[in-house]
């Protein structure tokens, strides 16, 4: 009889599993996942193949002007005339200027600030048009030798490509979300050779958490737009070939330590420096073609003295990771590239902040370490491994993401046996560079426009949803009769302003007007379906970030 019973438990034990297998392999199915995987092998190859033509644009554009298609163009520069170097950057702000009056949405080209609204907005905000027009304009800028740098306006018309698809199939928003970070972990991969750090940047940047269900796609995304872009252009090469450098002593961590604060206090001031031009430029009134046109002016005349500084910059960057700086030059190098990276943003010509935060965190760590080395000359490494360590600490306190950057530091140089001290400085810098700012350069940018993503989704819905989302509509419009304005809403009032408003009056019923005619009822809505809106989200949400 025992053994019978045991045998009956082992029976309904493997049904159990049997049937939970079932269940598991249903919901699977039911979710669309094989449809995603698809969906994320497509966007990745595309966006990889898509950064590839980025790039030959950028060097077909510089070739009109210098006759070098390569990204090592300081000897091409010095043999140009002034007036040519001028020329370039001015006709081409005039073109970019063009394109923003009357192409471009917003009048500026995209970049990474737009694709995480889009993602918080569930894949909505952005268009594969705007995204072509806008590749285009930092196209020109980039090489016409604007100051700025190439990846974030690839994760740009990544996540606009991936947008693009995901309408073609109606996604849900939850896997809008995720195809959306799927286009940016490949422009990521493809730009930076980098696949590791394309899985990372998805997650920590875009999607703002790590969850199991968007890792399958990101990485297969990731994955496929790296292997396009190896066999297409790059190779299976690191983006700078540096010397394999070494710690030299343990007792070198203090200096490291203190690299971390003095990388913070350069990203501190390059985002002041974003912030105050940016600020300056909105209150001077001039045409907006006119804008690019000034800026690629100024830009193009320090470039005819410092050329290293225009454009992406990587030449100037893989000489100091070489260590073939003075520390005067590299300390030179920071101020102006400062200056240069702010007027050209302000500007509106195309470009992003990663290239430029890479650059000024070589030039900042080779000069450290030039002086560690005449501080301490028998314990010291040498000071090219300063600038790797300096490029991840400066970069990842701007973009505030610290391990995407990390690992896209490793990822560039192949110098993984640096983590140590690499994760001791970005920690220092990027922990300091919060506590002044609040916040990273995107969320900034966010908040200029009225977008609050830094407390978390609960205020952003807040904020952002609608009356008119959850109202009880009228069939038909009719007059509004013997009611108490404090006792309305208009349609086009957030979330927060409904729950203020019962909260104010008492009220568990408030009337809808049309935000155009006071007097015009629309609708009606509960306190107890503002609430349920409320709840619904932030449990959607929750379960998208724990699934």
């Known amino acids: 009889m025992r053994l019978l019973r045991k045998l009956q438990a082992g029976q309904g034990w493997v049904r159990t599993t049997y049937s939970r297998t079932g269940e598991n392999i249903l919901a699977f199915l039911a979710d669309r996942n094989p449809v995603m995987w698809l969906f994320a092998l497509a966007v990745g190859a595309a966006v990889g193949a898509a950064a590839v033509v980025f790039r030959l644009g950028i060097g077909a554009v510089q070739w ?3 006759g070098e298609f390569s990204e090592y163009t300081l000897d091409a520069i010095a043999a140009q005339p002034w007036w040519r170097i001028v020329a370039a950057t001015t006709v ?7 394109l923003n009056t009357y ?3 917003g009048r500026r080209p995209g970049g990474v600030a737009d694709v995480i609204e889009a993602s918080a907005r569930g894949g909505h905000g952005v268009s594969a048009k705007n995204g072509l027009w806008s590749a285009l304009a930092t196209v020109i800028s980039l090489g016409a030798g604007a100051s700025a740098g190439r990846e974030g306006p690839v ?5 606009t490509l991936a947008v693009g698809l995901t309408r073609i199939a109606q996604l849900s928003p939850q896997a809008g979300r995720i195809i959306l970070a799927c286009g940016a972990a490949s422009a990521i991969s493809a730009s930076f050779n980098a696949p590791i750090a394309g899985v990372l940047f998805a997650h920590e940047v875009i999607l703002r958490h790590y969850a199991v269900s968007a890792f399958v796609p990101i990485v297969i995304a990731s994955v496929s737009g790296t292997l396009v872009a190896r066999l297409l252009f790059i190779g299976d090469v690191a983006a700078f070939q540096i010397p394999q450098y070494s710690i030299g002593s343990y007792w070198e961590m203090p200096a490291f330590a203190l690299l971390g604060v003095v990388a913070a206090g350069v990203a501190i001031t390059f985002q002041f420096a974003l912030i105050v031009f940016d600020e300056t430029a909105r209150q001077i009134r001039m045409p907006a073609w006119f804008r690019p046109v000034l800026g ?3 830009v193009g005349t320090i470039g005819v003295f410092v050329p290293e500084i225009l454009s992406v910059g990587y030449e ?3 000489t100091a990771l070489h260590g073939h700086f003075a520390m005067t030059t590299m300390i030179m190098l920071v101020v102006v590239k400062i200056l240069a990276t702010a007027i050209t943003l302000a500007s509106r010509f195309g470009g992003g902040i990663f290239s ?4 000024l965190g070589a030039m900042t760590g080779g000069a450290f370490g030039l002086i560690a080395a005449m501080a301490f000359p028998e314990l010291a490494s040498q000071h090219g491994l300063y600038a790797i360590l300096g490029m991840g600490a400066v970069a990842s306190a701007l973009l505030g993401a610290p391990i995407s950057t990390t690992v896209i530091v490793f990822e560039l140089t192949g110098g993984y046996a640096l983590s140590i001290a690499l994760l001791l400085t970005v920690s220092i810098a990027t922990g300091l560079h919060l506590a002044v700012h609040g916040r990273s350069y995107f969320h900034y940018q966010l908040e200029t426009r009225g977008i609050v993503l830094a407390s978390g989704p609960h205020r952003y819905f807040l904020k952002t949803i609608m009356v008119s989302s959850f109202m009880t509509a009228r069939p038909e419009p009719e007059p509004l009769v013997d009611v108490a304005e404090s006792n309305t809403l208009r349609s086009n009032d957030t979330l927060e302003t409904a729950l203020r408003g019962f909260n104010d009056t008492g009220a568990d019923l408030l009337y809808v007007v049309d935000p155009r005619e006071r007097g015009t009822l629309v609708g009606t809505v509960s306190h107890i379906q ?4 409320y709840n619904r989200l932030l449990v959607e949400t929750s379960e998208e970030e724990h699934k």
């Not at 081409?92 to 063009?98: N, Y």
């Not at 503002?530 to 809106?533: C, D, N």
């Open 103 to 105: 192409v471009l949405t």
């Open 316 to 318: 100037a960057t893989d």
């Open 356 to 359: 430029p935060s890479l650059y």
């Open 64 to 66: 009109l002007w210098l």
């Open 92 to 98: 081409g702000g005039l073109v970019v200027g063009l």
């Open 155 to 159: 994760v740009h018309l990544g996540a």
């Open 296 to 298: 690629g002016l100024i």
């Open 530 to 533: 503002a609430l349920r809106a």
